[in-house]
């Protein structure tokens, strides 16, 4: 009879506490939810608040303290290319040329992620001057003159993150609702080097109202 009696309590026992772990597990959920909400708001808040001219100043400007030179020749050029860092940090001198028959500065990079090879996109004159005047040798662009060693990922973000307030992703953002404000979604998808184009959509969140806005200027 005592065994019974020990049966049941333990049956119940194991009722309640997985009853208490099935109500911890959905508040942990909830939280969770919650702080991810806010965290993406406060993300769109930072790329609402920063721009490509603002950026552009700012990093033209401290890039001439050599303290900040290569720091700021990434985000000018990421602020450009919409380059992933790791595909950005991986550039080479040859990779950025002006074009004479198009009378442009191209940077051409390898985009590990979607694995194409050679992969074109257009910098500015002022990008050109300052990876001019930091590169003058050949070699990888992004190496630490101290230790000949590439800078690393988690170096820039650190830099970008704590020093400017934003993410190389928000660059890369920025970047091509830039191209998007002057062609097509195509346009922004070959730029980013999607695959597809609904990829490109579903990153950028382009909404009908902002797509018929720009169709409508055709009809002014």
């Avoid at 208490?20 to 942990?28: D, G």
């Avoid at 830099?159 to 660059?171: C, I, K």
Wanted: glycine fraction near 2%.
């Amino acid at each position: 009879m005592l065994i019974i009696n020990i049966l049941i309590v333990t049956y119940y026992l194991l009722l309640s506490l997985s009853a208490f772990f099935v109500v911890y597990v959905n508040t942990l959920v909830y939280i969770c939810t919650i702080i991810k909400y806010h965290i993406m708001k406060s993300i769109e808040r930072i790329e609402t608040k920063q721009n490509y001219e603002t950026i552009k100043a700012d990093a033209l400007e401290r890039f001439n303290d050599i303290k900040y030179s290569y720091e700021c020749l990434a985000i000018l050029i990421g602020l450009d290319s919409g380059l992933r860092v790791s595909d950005l940090l991986r550039l080479k001198v040859s990779d950025i040329t002006y074009n004479e028959d198009a009378n442009r500065y191209e940077c051409k990079s390898y985009i590990k992620k979607t694995n194409v090879s050679e992969h074109t996109t257009i910098i500015s004159r002022d990008t050109y001057k300052a990876f001019k005047t930091l590169c003058l040798d050949s070699g990888y662009i992004f190496t630490n003159p101290k230790t000949n060693s590439l800078f690393t990922r988690i170096w820039l973000s650190k830099r970008t993150n704590l020093r400017y307030g934003f993410s190389f992703h928000t660059l890369r953002k920025i970047s091509a609702k830039r191209i998007l404000e002057v062609g097509t979604l195509a346009d922004a998808k070959r730029h980013l080097a999607h695959k597809r184009i609904s990829s490109t959509d579903a990153y950028l969140k382009v909404s009908e109202k902002n797509s018929l806005d720009r169709v409508s200027s055709l009809y002014n």
